[in-house]
């Protein structure tokens, strides 16, 4: 396969469409994280239908002082990678073809939404994110377009934009990819010296010890249910030649602080670890988040979420997050 340059949208709209039209949307600097997007659009339209893979860097999305002179341009190593993962164009106009006259005057806001977290941190990001995003999709007229869920909240703001402006293109989520030491694959990674590398692996230690606290918890209350609280819970644990280890899994269970509040207090601790490393990680939030809205979730809350965490290392902002389940077991039938 010979993937095709355009910088145009008459150029790709001139392309003769066979099925359905994926879309990868990136700003280059295109690594394995990309390639297993451009991998998911291949198998999600097959042989017969089309991806393009756009490749921009979006100036609407930078704020003052952060990396947009400096962010990495590298087309000739991008179109060589879409192309061995499978994309049949790479869209990858210029700033005047995607904003011409300058600037738009007219554009999408984030809403409430885009004010939490990432929006807060960054004012105005998602409100440049949604404009361009809905740029390319009038310019690429895709069926269905994948972005990964390492930027999650973006993809909620994505998803949200698409079903309340009546977008007529479906949204799909793809896992995040990381590195074998646990680190979430991005385009600043590259950023990164050695000492703040490994400074840097905290986001995903702490997120994976949040998780981890959340799974023993509910193993603990699983266990702590499988007879009752009774004498014969006693004696027939016994029988069985557990009789301590189920009573330490049962107080444990009934009585260590579980849910969001012990997930968040295990992420906190790496995090707050990693702060008095050279060079240190310097916190921006910890959140645990409903998915819905990015609003933070009670102690009551059962259903899906996000715990997400933004940090930098040197001069080099990360962003991570994974999905939890919380009430997952449900109550003892």
Same mark, same amino acid.
């Given at each position: 396969?010979?993937?095709?340059?355009?910088?145009?949208a008459?150029?790709l709209h001139a392309?003769?469409?066979?099925?359905?039209r994926?879309?990868?949307?990136?700003?280059?600097?295109l690594?394995e994280?990309?390639?297993?997007?451009?991998?998911?659009?291949?198998?999600?339209?097959?042989r017969?239908?089309?991806?393009?893979?756009?490749?921009?860097?979006?100036p609407?999305?930078?704020?003052?002082?952060?990396?947009?002179?400096?962010?990495?341009?590298?087309?000739?190593?991008?179109l060589?990678l879409?192309?061995?993962?499978?994309?049949?164009?790479?869209?990858?106009?210029s700033?005047d073809?995607v904003?011409p006259?300058?600037?738009?005057?007219?554009?999408?806001?984030?809403?409430?939404?885009?004010e939490?977290?990432?929006?807060?941190?960054?004012?105005?990001?998602?409100?440049g994110?949604?404009?361009?995003?809905?740029?390319?999709?009038?310019?690429t007229?895709?069926?269905?377009?994948?972005?990964g869920?390492?930027?999650?909240?973006?993809?909620?703001l994505?998803r949200?934009?698409?079903?309340?402006?009546?977008f007529?293109?479906?949204?799909?989520?793809?896992?995040?990819?990381?590195?074998?030491?646990?680190?979430?694959?991005?385009?600043r990674n590259?950023?990164?010296?050695?000492?703040?590398?490994?400074?840097?692996? &905290?986001?995903?230690? @702490?997120?994976?010890a949040?998780?981890?606290?959340?799974a023993?918890?509910? #193993?603990? =209350? /699983?266990? $702590? *249910?499988?007879?009752?609280?009774?004498?014969a819970?006693?004696?027939?644990?016994?029988?069985?030649?557990e009789?301590? &280890?189920?009573?330490? @899994?049962?107080?444990v269970?009934?009585?260590?602080?579980?849910?969001?509040? #012990?997930? =968040? /207090?295990? $992420? *906190?601790?790496?995090?707050?670890?990693?702060?008095?490393?050279e060079?240190?990680?310097?916190?921006d939030?910890?959140?645990?988040?409903?998915?819905s809205?990015?609003?933070?979730i009670?102690?009551?809350?059962?259903?899906? #979420?996000?715990? /997400?965490? $933004?940090?930098?290392?040197?001069?080099?902002?990360?962003?991570?997050?994974?999905?939890l389940t919380?009430?997952s077991?449900?109550?003892?039938?």
């Amino acid at each position: 396969m010979t993937t095709a340059l355009l910088s145009t949208a008459e150029e790709l709209h001139a392309r003769v469409r066979h099925g359905r039209r994926a879309v990868v949307m990136t700003m280059g600097a295109l690594h394995e994280g990309h390639a297993t997007l451009i991998r998911t659009a291949r198998e999600t339209v097959g042989r017969d239908g089309e991806v393009v893979v756009t490749v921009f860097v979006n100036p609407l999305q930078f704020g003052e002082g952060e990396d947009l002179d400096r962010y990495p341009r590298t087309l000739e190593a991008d179109l060589k990678l879409a192309e061995q993962a499978g994309a049949d164009a790479v869209f990858a106009p210029s700033v005047d073809e995607v904003y011409p006259g300058g600037e738009p005057q007219v554009r999408i806001t984030a809403g409430r939404m885009g004010e939490r977290l990432e929006g807060a941190s960054r004012p105005g990001h998602f409100d440049g994110v949604l404009t361009v995003v809905a740029k390319l999709l009038h310019l690429t007229r895709p069926d269905v377009a994948l972005f990964g869920q390492k930027d999650a909240q973006q993809l909620a703001l994505i998803r949200r934009m698409v079903r309340d402006l009546n977008f007529g293109v479906e949204i799909v989520g793809v896992p995040t990819v990381r590195e074998e030491d646990g680190l979430a694959l991005s385009s600043r990674n590259r950023y990164l010296s050695p000492d703040e590398r490994r400074t840097a692996l &905290a986001l995903s230690r @702490a997120l994976f010890a949040g998780r981890d606290r959340h799974a023993a918890q509910e #193993a603990l =209350r /699983a266990r $702590a *249910r499988e007879v009752p609280s009774t004498h014969a819970r006693a004696e027939a644990l016994s029988a069985i030649g557990e009789s301590r &280890a189920a009573a330490d @899994a049962h107080a444990v269970a009934t009585a260590a602080p579980g849910g969001p509040a #012990a997930v =968040r /207090a295990a $992420a *906190r601790q790496v995090l707050d670890e990693a702060a008095r490393l050279e060079p240190p990680l310097k916190l921006d939030y910890l959140a645990l988040v409903d998915p819905s809205d990015f609003t933070g979730i009670g102690d009551d809350f059962t259903g899906e #979420a996000v715990l /997400a965490v $933004a940090a930098r290392v040197g001069t080099t902002r990360l962003i991570d997050n994974i999905p939890l389940t919380f009430g997952s077991l449900g109550a003892a039938s």
